[in-house]
């Protein structure tokens, strides 16, 4: 989400909305260490021998002032055999704000910690190596960070320099704007309308923090998955005008959190009813009769989506890499069409169960067994929006 928005990570404005859209993007440390790391990559470059003086013959063009030395690109991947990599790559001329963001990866590399309960396996990728460092990247800037990945395998030839693979994002256009639009302007102009849309369908809404925090979610939730449900190697057209943030519609990350919310606002009723003595507690599975389960949505929940879920995360967190090549993929679309689709099948089946009936012994098996399957389809809901890093709603 965050390269679709912003392509600098370095600037400020870009972090702000990053933080707002709760992406945890790593930043450079800044300051003194920043310098260092700088000043050490300068030293890194005058031992090099991959580096050239910036030599001014009869007939070459000028240099820039600021530009340090120049490095071979393309002699380096032919000695290393590297493959994938642009052929346009050749003489790369080393700038101070080139060693900057160089340093600044650095400093976010030092900053992430993988266990290895987490890492990649190791037969995942043709070399036996797992994969340290993604450069997740847009189109337009593919080539300058593969210039930044071969200088930081010159300068600092370690084990994570080694394992770098690039995901590269599709280009993001918009309609229905009279004029461009950042990053920042994109997030208050979804909030403000995601606003009004409540408005619209609950009425005037209490300013209150409980509100603004439901309002946040929904907007972070509506961006996510406008961005998200596209591969990320297509490009995705943006509609600005107000009837493309809708509570009602079926399609968006909304619609999946207000089908959360009603999954918590049940289970919240259910137990209000159990403390009141209305309901008997929920028994253990065991003890449960799922022969009382007849409805058709309630077995297409079940072989749709709880026994099929493990292997729609396994697709979608799979990182292949090709067998030549530096790009890989990351199928994020995956689990936001299977959550839309769940909640489209949750919903119909909700509006047409009524799963609290009456209070009367001979019904408590089937609510039992019933409440067994949305407790587990609950589960679902937020396993899967915690791999977009969504929190569920409990209410809306």
């Known amino acids: 989400v965050g390269v679709r928005l912003v392509p600098a990570l370095a600037e400020e404005g870009s972090r702000q909305v990053l933080r707002q859209l709760r992406v945890d993007w790593p930043t450079g440390s800044g300051g003194s260490a920043l310098a260092d790391a700088v000043s050490a990559l300068k030293r890194a470059l005058g031992r ?15 240099l820039p002032e600021d530009v340090i030395c120049k490095v071979h690109l393309k002699s380096f991947v032919e000695q290393q055999g590297l493959v994938g990599y642009d052929p346009n790559l050749d003489v790369l001329p080393v700038t101070e704000g080139k060693l900057r ?15 290895n309960s987490v890492a990649l396996p190791a037969s995942r990728f ?64 979804r909030k403000h309308q995601m606003y009004e849309a409540s408005v619209m369908k609950y009425g ?36 600005l005008e107000d009837s493309s943030i809708s509570t009602k519609g079926t399609k968006s990350g909304v619609f999946v959190m207000y089908n959360c919310a009603r999954l918590a606002t049940l289970f919240d009723t259910y137990q209000r009813a159990v403390e009141r003595g209305t ?3 929920l028994p253990p599975v065991s003890e449960l009769n799922f022969s009382c389960l007849r409805e058709e949505g309630e077995w297409l929940l079940l072989f749709n989506y709880l026994l099929p879920f493990p292997e729609v995360l396994q697709q979608a967190a799979q990182l292949p890499a090709p067998t030549k090549g530096i790009r890989i993929t990351a199928n994020t679309e ?9 909640s489209m099948d949750f ?24 409440l067994r399957l949305l407790g587990a389809v609950r589960d679902v809901f937020h396993s899967a929006l915690a791999t977009l890093h969504l929190p569920p709603l409990s209410q809306i």
């Not at 160089?102 to 590399?109: N, S, W």
């Not at 995956?334 to 769940?342: G, S």
């Open 334 to 342: 995956t689990v936001c069409k299977f959550l839309i689709q769940l």
């Open 204 to 239: 005037e809404l209490a300013q209150d923090e409980a509100w603004t925090e439901v309002i946040d979610t929904l907007t972070v939730a509506a961006i996510r998955f406008e961005m998200l449900s596209t591969a990320h190697r297509s490009q995705i057209t943006l509609d």
């Open 101 to 115: 963001s160089l340093a600044e990866l650095q400093q976010a590399v030092l900053q992430c910690t993988v266990s």
């Open 347 to 370: 919903s119909s089946y909700y509006n047409r169960v009524h799963v609290l009936g009456e209070p009367f012994p001979h019904l408590f098996d089937q609510m039992f067994a019933r």
């Open 126 to 189: 043709p070399d036996g190596s797992c994969c340290s460092i993604v450069h997740v990247v847009n189109c337009e800037e593919e080539f300058q960070q593969q210039q930044l990945d071969l200088l930081w395998r010159i300068l600092d030839p370690g084990a994570h320099t080694a394992l770098q693979k690039h995901l590269v994002c599709g280009p993001v256009k918009v309609t229905n704007s009279s004029s461009p639009i950042g990053a920042d302007q994109y997030f208050q102009l």
């Open 279 to 281: 309901y008997p507690p």
């Open 48 to 62: 090099s021998p991959c580096a050239a003086a910036c030599e001014q013959g009869p007939g070459t063009a000028a």
